[in-house]
């Protein structure tokens, strides 16, 4: 699997610098590229969240759970 560290906290620092939409779209890159690592999805469903699409949140929570 590749190594995906580099590409979330790239993402985490977009989401903080609130640019969410494009956290988004780099935390779901990483979370498609090793889909082992239930802190991907995990990251995404915070930026869902922080996005208002709960629904979206919700399956990316029960993602990371369901990888642990």
Excluded at 41 to 52: C, M, T
């Amino acid at each position: 699997l590749p190594d995906t560290t580099a590409l979330v906290s790239h993402g985490l620092k977009l989401k903080k610098a609130g640019e969410l939409r494009q956290a988004e779209a780099v935390l779901k890159i990483a979370a498609d590229l090793d889909p082992t690592d239930p802190n991907r999805p995990f990251h995404l469903g915070n930026v869902y969240s922080a996005e208002q699409k709960l629904a979206d949140a919700r399956a990316a929570f029960e993602q990371a759970l369901s990888i642990r």
